[in-house]
């Protein structure tokens, strides 16, 4: 059984076009650490602004908060959206914060396979040496998916040398490459 001392505050990055599996995913799994989703309400506010600092300082201090990991569920569409680039960027941004953990995680309705946001692409490798996060298949239980979170918290000193997040944020949602349109 996992310990609840030992329970991570881990943002949940997605696109709501996925919102059903990534409930499911919250429910099942909820045991294990502590969510934070953005998008939860239809009320919450957007950050419309072009000033990229400013956007990525009030993703991390109202969205991220204390959250140590960000996992991201990656559906057929994530790939394209800006703000799960921007969520990233800002789980990744260095200097006065520490970076969150960064693990993305194919949800079930994507078999084995999806294309990755770029950020995430950016900072992973197949074989996961030299790289700092990590991309995994759906969780089979409880303790695998503990274990992987555990590993991208552990990583925010172990492997943050390895961060690659000098791209530009996206200005607009990108054309989907399964889809072929931007949502």
């Avoid at 999806?114 to 990590?134: F, M, T, V």
Wanted: net charge positive; charged share 25%.
């Amino acid at each position: 059984m996992i310990s609840s001392t030992n329970k991570r505050k881990v943002f949940i990055s997605h696109y709501k076009g996925d919102r059903n599996e990534v409930d499911a995913f919250i429910k099942d799994y909820s045991s294990v650490f502590i969510p934070k989703v953005l998008g939860a309400n239809d009320n919450d506010e957007f950050i419309n602004s072009t000033n990229t600092d400013y956007v990525m300082q009030r993703i991390r201090e109202e969205y991220l908060g204390d959250s140590t990991v960000t996992i991201v569920l990656i559906g057929s569409c994530t790939h394209s959206r800006r703000y799960v680039d921007w969520e990233i960027k800002s789980s990744l941004r260095q200097g006065q914060y520490t970076p969150n953990g960064l693990i993305g995680i194919l949800l079930p309705s994507q078999g084995n396979s999806a294309h990755l946001p770029p950020r995430i692409k950016a900072n992973w490798a197949k074989g996961e040496s030299n790289c700092y996060a990590r991309y995994r298949p759906y969780p089979y239980s409880k303790e695998e998916l503990s274990i992987w979170i555990e590993d991208a918290y552990q990583a925010r000193t172990s492997r943050a040398h390895r961060i690659q997040n000098s791209q530009d944020m996206m200005k607009y949602n990108g054309v989907c490459k399964i889809c072929g349109v931007t949502h």
